[in-house]
């Protein structure tokens, strides 16, 4: 099983076992700023997001029923321009069950500013890999592949690669429509910002980190508290071996973002010693939020 026995997961989905659809996903669109539109229009939207991305089959591994990957998308509706053409933000939470425990840590948490799209009551979704569309199936493709990847990364070092690789063709297909998020010029944050950086080789330590954090620290805690803790606290440097390469790195930003309450709870039973190592990591490569990881004494 994938969740159980991470180092055996693909050798067991190459078995023929049946195919199940990847993805358990929440969607949410939040519309309450808009005025003058049917409220049809919004629900119809969400579902069909959510047949989009939970009904479809992205890779050719074959999860169970209950090792499919659990994430929120919510949508938040800013302005409705002509009715059918529509700008807001998305909110993308991924989650990963820790083994051993009922509680699910968050892989990642990130706002994505450059959402735009049209979109018309009942229309049909469809997607091809190497072809662009329409907007909103890009977007929404380009996330289901990085969450596969991002998930794969914590359960086998370096696995998500050709997941990554795929987010990046959606990317580069996007970029001829000219829309927002896709082009590397546009600034160092954005969709094409984050597919570069989780292939780019100079960062490769983050996704160790993935690894290591995940599968050694926190699936190891549920039996051996102590001994998840020093795994975690291992994996912690590369968060500064990558720092001093590029402070300001999106994906850097997006994993401190994302861990950095976890990390918190994580330390406020160790020892003094294993404090003062997570502080003096955590406080150099999150200075912003430095303060915030003196809660781990309170």
Do not use: C
């Not at 055996?8 to 195919?19: A, T």
């Not at 002509?82 to 009922?102: C, E, Q």
């Not at 861990?259 to 912003?288: C, F, G, H, Q, W």
């Amino acid at each position: 099983m994938k969740k159980l026995i991470p180092g055996l997961f693909v050798l067991l989905f190459s078995f023929n076992l049946g195919f199940s659809q990847e993805f358990l996903g929440n969607i949410q669109i939040q519309s309450q700023r808009i005025e003058g539109i049917d409220p049809s229009v919004f629900t119809s939207m969400k579902t069909s997001m959510f047949e989009f991305m939970n009904n479809q089959i992205w890779s050719d591994y074959k999860f169970k029923i209950e090792e499919r990957i659990e994430f929120t998308m919510v949508f938040t509706i800013n302005e409705v321009i002509g009715g059918d053409d529509f700008k807001g933000t998305l909110n993308l939470v991924l989650k990963r069950p820790v083994y051993g425990s009922d509680y699910n840590t968050d892989i990642v948490n990130l706002i994505d500013n450059d959402i735009h799209f049209r979109y018309v009551p009942y229309q049909n979704m469809e997607y091809a890999d190497g072809t662009y569309s329409n907007n909103l199936t890009s977007i929404l493709a380009f996330y289901a592949y990085i969450m596969l990847g991002l998930d794969f990364d914590t359960f086998s070092l370096l696995g998500g690669t050709p997941f990554y690789e795929k987010a990046m063709a959606v990317a580069t297909a996007a970029q001829s429509s000219n829309e927002r998020g896709w082009q590397g010029f546009e600034g160092p944050k954005n969709r094409y910002s984050l597919a570069e950086n989780l292939l780019n080789p100079s960062y490769e330590e983050l996704r160790k980190l993935l690894y290591e954090y995940h599968l050694k620290g926190m699936d190891e805690m549920s039996k051996n508290v102590d001994g998840g803790r020093m795994a975690v606290g291992r994996s912690l440097k590369y968060f500064q071996n990558v720092y001093d390469k590029r402070p300001g790195l999106y994906l850097l930003q997006v994993m401190l973002e994302t861990k950095r309450d976890e990390i918190i709870n994580i330390y406020k039973e160790a020892s003094p010693a294993e404090k003062t190592s997570m502080l003096n990591i955590m406080k150099a490569v999150d200075p912003p939020n430095g303060t915030r990881y003196d809660m781990v004494n309170e």
